[in-house]
């Protein structure tokens, strides 16, 4: 079966959004072939800095038929769009079609079945391709050229200069013919910019396309490029004693600027090695899409050499190249260096700082402690609805201290990491290089002197950020990431930013994983509840002003009230605190929801088992570590052999009483024992009695193994109940009685879990 081969030539694409124009064009070709009625058996995408190409094998040569229903114009309609109508489905007279009835939009002409009879693969594909690329997916496009003003003229990423596209098969190619624009489809590609001679190359089908290229220095396959870039730079790296400094994301956007990868070697001056490495790192993959070095056998050292990757191969060698950007990234380099300084530098008029040092308890001889005060003095702001960073900071440390004694956390350590863990935002380092706040802050707090447990929560306060980022064990850490991330949380679900479907522009499910995360490493049980309504109750000095409208409009309405808040008696203000309590009550709610299908799909993750989740997690949990042993004790116990029989009988009294409220039976609320008849009711009744004392003290000290094992004492009064008493008695008053104790037992096992969710 014949291939099809589409390339579209362009200038360069930027290499961020190569892969995904290479995956859309693919969807959109084999989506529109299939809609055509044609099949395929394999299809492959390509990408460069200058093409995009999908290679599709194995397509059908003829289009299958298709059997659609068919719409047609208004009775009313005139013979010309009548007749037009025919042309088009087929068929030689409108009798031959059904009339709809429509009382609102009048009758109209109706075929409940057509047959679109074959077509060739190659007039199919000419008609969908061009409305594919005119109509193609880029965020942004543009027109060029004579035709570019006028409103119909092609638009793309980048000037297009050819396409290709040829239909064949081992022996045969043939051109499929259409035209957009100026440029019409042809079996001419061209090779490297600058290492080809640039005349046209003339390809048959894929593997012909494929050498032709790669003679012309154009290395088709992305993946390929990326393999180069990675194993020429190590070779290089280990020919000089050097180990590569790897980065997969930046060899990836490298391979997309490059179409024939030449690995260089270049130099920087030693003195620049005193600035952090993380500096240098960013600076050289930021500025010139470097990759850096170390020396063999150390791990944290770079060295002054750096890779870079030339597009061409120079006649020199690449030494022009290497001076080129080592000059660059000298003065990259050098700006870097008087930032890491000024850093380090006080700042001027700290006169007119004192007012916040004061507030937040600073040293202002420090550098950090300055720039803390900087932050807060300038009324920096976080979010236009939540504050300035300076009241946030404000929060966090509070709700850290609260977290503080839950976790066996130094409180006076917590509340100076809490104090300076934002001060980095106001360093010129972080202005520059935003993904390094936190990591600045750690080695400047080291630079002033600052605990080490202080200086290494200040970086980690942001972790863990992602599925498969270190989660901090210094509970200093784990103290002020919490606050963090809860008053973040707590913030925007005040406001009403939560996350949607499709936009979470504050990463808020992140932070939601990262307080999951948190938690269940932790020995000690945290309740989120609380802490989710200190922050709210931390937040509502703005908040209620800003939106909820209610506190000091109440508060102040009141002719007895003169002045400010601050007169007003404090019973009226416990008042009308209630009332703003009333209102963020649902809220939190809401937020501590979200939290429970976040950790639904994270304990899904983790291994455990769908069912024994929903069994154990109620709306009001908010003890996540709880939660999880909880899971792990009921998926031990329902494997166990008490465990198979206490679900036997649950499943059976759960049928009855099923069975009972479709019929709408009227069940006692109350267990009467005085119309027990049989021995085995009142020993169920008796055995639950006890085990009600049992689970209840049990719960209380979160034993909840043992509170499952205890359960099992149950298993032959409720075995001997089924088999000797029949719950539905001729006798309304027995058999409600009865039914009754089945609902006893049903919230007894409730108390531990919905074993309903495990049948």
């Not at 976790?407 to 350590?413: F, K, Q, V």
Request: with cysteine.
């Amino acid at each position: 079966m014949p291939d099809l081969l589409l390339e579209l030539f362009s200038e360069e694409i930027p290499a961020a959004l190569q892969r995904k124009a290479a995956c859309d064009l693919e969807r959109l070709v084999t989506e529109r072939l299939i809609d055509a009625g044609l099949t395929y058996e394999m299809a492959y995408k390509y990408w460069t800095p200058c093409r995009l190409t999908v290679d599709i094998r194995g397509v059908s040569t003829k289009a299958k038929k298709i059997q659609e229903k068919r719409k047609g114009p208004s009775v009313k309609a005139s013979k010309t769009v009548i007749d037009a109508f025919l042309r088009a489905v087929g068929l030689d007279d409108i009798s031959k079609t059904e009339i709809v009835k429509d009382s609102k939009k009048g009758d109209y002409y109706y075929i409940g079945k057509i047959i679109q009879y074959e077509r060739k693969a190659q007039e199919i594909i000419a008609h969908v391709l061009p409305d594919i690329i005119r109509n193609f997916p880029w965020q942004k496009s543009m027109r060029w050229g004579a035709a570019s003003d006028k409103p119909e003229a092609l638009r793309w990423i980048r000037p297009l200069h050819s396409i290709l596209c040829l239909f064949s098969t081992n022996t045969e190619s043939d051109i499929i013919d259409f035209k957009i624009g100026d440029i019409r489809s042809s079996n001419v590609t061209y090779g490297h910019r600058f290492m080809s001679n640039r005349r046209p190359i003339i390809v048959q089908r894929f593997s012909d396309y494929l050498v032709k290229l790669e003679e012309a220095k154009v290395i088709l396959d992305a993946g390929r490029r990326k393999e180069i870039i990675l194993a020429d730079a190590r070779n290089l790296s280990c020919s000089q004693g050097l180990d590569l400094i790897e980065d997969e994301d930046l060899a990836e956007e490298v391979a997309g600027l490059v179409e024939w990868p030449v690995i260089l070697m270049g130099k920087f001056e030693e003195e620049f090695l005193i600035i952090p490495s993380e500096i240098i790192r960013l600076t050289i993959r930021t500025n010139q899409k470097c990759f850096v070095t170390r020396k063999l056998g150390e791990k944290n050292t770079l060295s002054n050499y750096f890779i870079l990757v030339s597009n061409i191969e120079a006649k020199d060698n690449g030494k022009t190249i290497v001076i080129g950007n080592s000059r660059v990234l000298c003065a990259r380099l050098a700006d870097a260096m008087y930032f890491w300084r000024t850093d380090q530098m006080p700042l001027p008029n700290l006169n007119r700082l004192a007012a916040s040092a004061d507030r937040f308890n600073l040293d202002l001889k420090k550098p950090l402690d300055q720039r803390m005060a900087r932050l807060d003095h300038l009324h920096v702001t976080f979010h236009a609805k939540l504050g300035t960073q300076g009241t946030r900071v404000e929060r966090i440390t509070a709700l850290a201290m609260i977290i503080a004694p839950l976790i066996g956390a130094n409180s006076e350590l917590v509340r100076r990491t809490a104090v300076l863990a934002k001060a980095d935002l106001q360093t010129e380092i972080v202005t520059k290089f935003p993904e390094l706040q936190g990591i600045m802050g750690h080695k400047y707090a080291l630079l002033q002197g600052e605990n080490k447990s202080v200086s290494q929560a200040i970086e980690d306060h942001y972790k863990p950020q992602g599925p498969k980022d270190a989660v901090p064990s210094d509970p200093i850490s784990i103290a002020v990431a919490l606050s963090d991330k809860i008053d973040m949380l707590v913030g925007f679900w005040l406001i009403n930013e939560k996350p949607t479907s499709s936009k979470d522009p504050y990463a808020l499910r992140r932070a939601a994983l990262g307080i999951i995360r948190l938690a269940l490493s932790q020995k000690c049980s945290i309740h989120l509840i609380p802490l989710f309504q200190k922050a709210a109750q931390l937040l509502t000095h703005h908040l209620v002003k800003d939106n909820l409208k209610i506190y000091e409009e109440r508060l102040l309405s009141d002719n007895s009230v003169k002045g400010d808040i601050s007169s007003v008696p404090l019973v009226q203000k416990e008042k009308y605190d209630k009332e703003i309590n009333a209102r963020v009550e649902p809220v939190l709610r809401d937020l501590l929801s979200f939290f429970h299908s976040r950790l639904k799909i994270y304990l899904r993750k983790e291994g455990a088992q769908q069912n024994a989740v929903d069994a154990i997690l109620t709306p009001q949990d908010d003890d996540l570590l709880q939660v999880r042993h909880r899971i792990e004790a009921l998926t031990t116990f329902i494997k166990t052999n008490n465990g198979k029989k206490l679900l036997d009988c649950v499943r059976r009294a759960v049928g009855i009483l099923n069975s009972e409220a479709k019929k709408k039976t009227m069940i006692a609320e109350i267990v009467k024992p005085i119309f027990f008849s049989q021995k085995e009711e009142t020993v169920l009744y008796d055995t639950i009695v006890k085990a009600e004392k049992k689970i209840t003290i049990y719960l209380a000290e979160e034993d909840f193994s043992i509170a499952l094992t205890s359960l099992a004492s149950l298993i032959g009064a409720v075995n001997a109940f089924f088999e000797k008493v029949l719950v539905n008695d001729q006798n309304m008053s027995i058999r409600v009685n009865r039914l009754a104790l089945l609902v006893r037992l049903c919230a007894l096992l409730a108390k531990v879990a919905d074993f309903s969710k495990l049948f």
